[in-house]
């Protein structure tokens, strides 16, 4: 679907140079672009790629504008305005309502008819399925399931009896929301399974990636609060609640019972412990573990970095002596008399 | 299901104070129970909730149950007295034997009548399914797969080709048992595929959580002993073996070969390399990385923990000087005449 | 299908030592191998069983063959050379053609007549799915999906919408390839959905594991080149370009935009920020968390490794003060005079 750039600047309040009646009607990096493409600069590493581009239009912050070949919509969020501007370029398809004649529905099962159902998904009886959600292939919806209108179950997606999706959401595929918590006591030769009574409830504009998991919660809901992101393969145990608009990437685990507050942002293969609390405005930097509750703001880490593994290995090897290092260094201090500016229980 | 309390004290061997004719009929967490509810009382740090809590009752350790306001259940083991009571609460549904219309049973599979197969799902031939097995929506048994009395597969699960499980087993949606395991012999030019000939062999009373993965064996068995519970995203390389009565938390990964003793407690992301062995009663506390075989029962640990992160930087840089470090206080001590403690190869 | 040893030592250039007319038909490990299995040595680890072997045959090292009690296949590589007779030893079934009634294939798609398609599997209008191809029960091939002759969707499979898979490629069961990658832009209040326009491309000779994630890239292609092995539950994520003939193990994730080079090596749990270069031939040690691109091959590691909980516990006490220690060091090094070897900026 192209779009003149005078109309994409009026629609997204974009200063443009150069040519109102140019086209464009396909997206593309600065390096690939080509004649018709529109293009956009956020990370400033790429900025070397700037001089050259084809593009025929690049979205950019006023500060580099003046190095673009070509026409530029100068915005003050370039990232975001391109998004918007590519989703006027490749707009979802309309869903279709109806179903596919190899889906399951189950009798009982509320399915409003803009809704589309596709081929072997099953939804059972008490789901309630709003306007325009979309169903797709190889979905499994259970017993009293609600999902609210416009959200989007791309394929393969698995929601648990009694879980609540919002509007707007779209849940990738392999994702499964209200599986059992992970709740096993401890007893005389065994464990003996705690009956997870709980639920999930996902609020609106919502992504969950692909083949992520939300337990359910053991009593209770697990929360994910509106405008969550969640990437794939992220763990979300039983009971925790998370902020609005708190974004999760990949391969991240939080443990049961965490509540992390809104407009966080968790790094790939982050880890927080159970039962913690996580502030609002907190970012956690790439494989952060958290084993302590956070009551401040700000940005957060734990993960040392590669090095070359004889170089590595070595400063590990004196890691597992560093308590010992320290007390040397005491008595060194203690022989020369110096003070060492730590409290005398160090 | 509601119970009386003096029916619950009885049957679980709880020692009852207050009303043996209360009523329960669900459970609720402290802070939210209502009239008619039962709670408990495990981890200490939901004790500051007890005092004002609105449950009928309460299972709880007899050291706090003089802070209960209503009736308690005084238990040893709190917990494990909660989860059986909220069992007879919640009851599960019992499994009605057939199949749905949409479920695909080829020929030459064994299936007991009494066992049902969902919608969508596909038992194939030479497969035998159990007496009162439930095999949910979507899920994908293969040839040959044995699944024992009372077992259930809750949605999307997949049991590749010779998979034996257990009885009462629960596999939660998405989890892949019995897939290859990652055998890739290095030659000139690439890598030649191992075939992984093995299966895996699940015992009794293991529940495996969403999307984890268990390969079989190159050769023989992968093997996943009695009452051992994994959660969610856990990885179990080819030709594993854990010991009966272990836990497993979420996004841990055993690579091949290793040898996990019984009664084990893995936390959340714990990593563990090939060819080791783990012996029983060992805890790895969260995101512990395991080198090395452990043969002595204890806790162990390895990670660092999320401190503010221009903080944690500087800590970092200095530890990749550390062998250096070590080396200066070194010649301090010498410089002063100091001993050091440390063997002289240090 | 049993064979000959005279016909495998010819047929992989082993030097045979013992009985030509010897036969093999199925194949063990050193220590449970019987009278007509084939074993062999590549791990020295598993020498300790080589003595009292039962194996009619075993492939070996020429280093190790003496101490071999039956017949040897001496081979420079054991463990490839082993792979190849296995394959011999089980050879795949062949696929045949047709489709199981409980397939939908949509008007539209191009079906090789060689190619399998299996229970439950969907495959969309515009798809091609070449000779010998086999599609797994369950498996989702969206719109427009290429898939390469032979090869294999093992079960419940996902590829989604465009995305284009090699030859000889074997998809393990819930792996799912080109689900949206993971872009959104921040604005005021939320976050802006940025199109992933892109799509994935394996090239041949590929393996994805069980429960792996490769996503779609936001424009242009996530690329997967020849030969690359990838083990379960690993994230690739939008844009990233993996080199030939790289290893992943599992739990691996990838972040967006980021190349690895050829024959790369990654261990389990390893974790690379965005936007990073790695160049070819690296290794990174299990649990190595990469920062910063790296541009000569080697080794690098960045795990700490489990240490007795207590322990570990002070080792990291004093990490979090080490920045100070070494303040403390370099002080008392001024009062003696001597200097540290460190530049001044240190």
Request: net charge neutral; proline share 5%; charged share 20%.
């Amino acid at each position: 679907m192209p779009a003149r750039l005078a109309d994409l600047a009026v629609r997204f309040g974009c200063e443009l140079r150069g040519d109102p009646d140019a086209l464009v009607e396909c997206v593309a990096s600065l390096q690939d672009a080509g004649p018709g493409s529109i293009s956009f600069l956020a990370n400033p590493r790429y900025r070397r790629h700037l001089a050259r581009t084809r593009a025929t239009a690049v979205v950019i912050d006023a500060e580099y504008a003046a190095e673009c070949p070509g026409n530029v919509l100068v915005a003050k969020n370039p990232y975001a305005t391109y998004a918007r501007i590519a989703q006027v370029l490749y707009p979802a398809s309309p869903v279709r309502g109806g179903r596919h004649p190899g889906a399951v529905v189950e009798p009982g099962a509320e399915v409003d008819p803009s809704a589309w159902i596709g081929a072997g998904a099953f939804v059972a009886r008490g789901a309630r399925v709003g306007r325009r959600v979309s169903i797709g292939p190889g979905s499994i919806v259970l017993e009293d399931v609600e999902i609210g209108d416009d959200s989007q179950l791309v394929s393969r997606v698995t929601l648990c009896a009694g879980v609540r999706i919002g509007e707007r959401c779209i849940l990738q595929p392999g994702c499964v929301i209200g599986a059992d918590g992970f709740g096993h006591a401890p007893d005389v030769g065994g464990y003996v399974k705690v009956p997870q009574v709980g639920s999930v409830v996902v609020g609106n504009d919502v992504e969950v990636g692909s083949n992520s998991t939300i337990d359910r919660a053991a009593i209770g809901s697990t929360v994910v609060e509106d405008g969550v992101k969640i990437d794939n393969l992220v763990q979300v145990a039983h009971n925790v609640r998370i902020g609005a608009h708190t974004v999760i990437a990949a391969c991240v685990g939080i443990s049961g019972s965490t509540t992390i507050g809104k407009r966080c942002m968790l790094g790939g293969m982050v880890g927080i412990a159970g039962h913690l609390e996580i502030c609002d405005d907190v970012a956690l930097t790439g494989r952060t573990t958290v084993f302590k509750s956070i009551g401040k703001p700000g940005v957060y880490s734990s993960s040392l970095w590669a090095d070359e593994a004889r170089h590595f290995h070595r400063n590990a090897l004196r890691f597992n002596k560093l308590e010992e290092l320290a007390r040397r260094v005491r008595r060194l201090e203690g022989a020369s008399g110096a003070g060492s500016g730590e409290d005398e229980h160090d």
